[in-house]
């Protein structure tokens, strides 16, 4: 079965620090989908990228970049000099091809202190 | 606008007391979910539909009803709320994951309260 785990609960850097969020998957499917989605304090859930599993290009925009490592079943998210913008909570997600389901892990807090 | 709404956005009822959160989207997707978010515990998948009249459970499916008579609508139904399901609830929709970006546009949300 499909599983996310973000083993951090919360995280708090100082501004300008670079901060990585972890995220492990399992999966029994060669073919799926990870993604990272972003809950700033508003509450809406935004979009942030999508990656496919047979591609493991590390993928940058901007401050925000992403490890994808099929090896440790990893899809790490890191944000370069961090910005108070940047507090959120932050959702992993993955999605087998031959399954529907979106299944997310349980989020990580990060605060971003001034 | 492209968008995901909800209704309502906040609800206190009583337990027992059966309701219906609305959802409907305009971008023509074929796949929309339902979520709920709960402290320690991230979002959850409730339902989801890959297309009209085609409903499938998620992870935590008890205590709710979703139907899909119309692309564009989703809803959950409790029939009889109990105060476990307090809770935020997010209606979400995409293109099916392996035609399209897989990106799912969320709704605000609505806040849950059962007494």
């Known amino acids: 079965a499909q599983k996310v785990t973000q083993a951090q609960t919360e995280i708090s850097v100082v501004e300008k620090e670079d901060v990585t969020l972890d995220c492990v998957y399992e999966t029994r499917d060669t073919t799926y989908y990870l993604f990272w989605y972003k809950q700033p304090p508003s509450g809406e859930l935004v979009f942030l990228i999508r990656r496919n599993s047979f591609d493991e290009q590390n993928e940058i925009s901007g401050r925000y970049s992403w490890n994808f490592q099929k090896s440790t079943s990893s899809f790490n998210f890191t944000i370069t000099a961090s910005q108070v913008v940047d507090s959120a909570v932050y959702f992993c997600a993955l999605s087998e091809a031959g399954d529907d389901k979106i299944i997310f892990g349980k989020g990580t807090r990060l605060h971003i202190l001034p | 606008e492209a968008q995901v709404t909800q209704n309502p956005r906040y609800l206190i009822t009583v337990t027992g007391k059966k309701l219906t959160v609305t959802c409907s989207q305009n971008m023509n997707h074929e796949y929309m979910s339902w979520y709920r978010q709960d402290p320690g515990l991230g979002l959850r998948q409730i339902y989801y539909?890959?297309?009209?009249?085609?409903?499938d459970k998620g992870d935590v499916p008890e205590g709710y009803k979703v139907s899909r008579k119309e692309k564009r609508n989703f809803p959950l139904i409790l029939e009889s709320p109990s105060p476990n399901q307090t809770s935020l609830y997010f209606c979400?929709?995409?293109?099916?994951?392996?035609?399209?970006?897989?990106?799912?546009?969320f709704g605000e949300g609505s806040r849950l309260t059962v007494l």
């Open positions: 979400a929709s995409s293109f099916p994951t392996s035609r399209n970006t897989g990106e799912l546009f």
């Open positions: 539909s890959m297309n009209v009249e085609v409903t």
